[in-house]
């Protein structure tokens, strides 16, 4: 059973429109990478040069902000899911 991503609005165009990906990865950074061979060029709008998630992205695993667990080192299991919020700013 693999690691349910769900994909925000603004990400959906790299991933040909889908809002649930779902792939198979021991780990966020691994999942990332999954994620990136699968519809390129979505890592570098989730990871940045410093190779840490980008500070208006948050991602979520079963509801955890993956800032207070490890990171990218975060675990990842069967069944989990994960969620890609980008930060709103407004005024």
Not at 17 to 37: N, T, Y
Not at 61 to 72: C, S, T, Y
Request: overall charge negative; hydrophobic content about 35%.
């Amino acid at each position: 059973m693999p690691v349910k991503i769900r994909i925000p609005t603004p990400l959906r165009s790299a991933t040909n429109g889908r809002d649930i990906v779902e792939l198979k990865a021991a780990s966020l950074s691994g999942l990332i990478d999954s994620l990136d061979s699968t519809y390129p060029g979505i890592k570098e709008r989730l990871v940045g040069d410093d190779g840490d998630i980008r500070h208006f992205v948050n991602v979520y695993v079963n509801g955890e902000d993956v800032r207070f667990l490890q990171g990218l080192d975060t675990s990842l299991k069967d069944g989990d899911e994960i969620s890609i919020v980008p930060a709103v700013a407004g005024g």
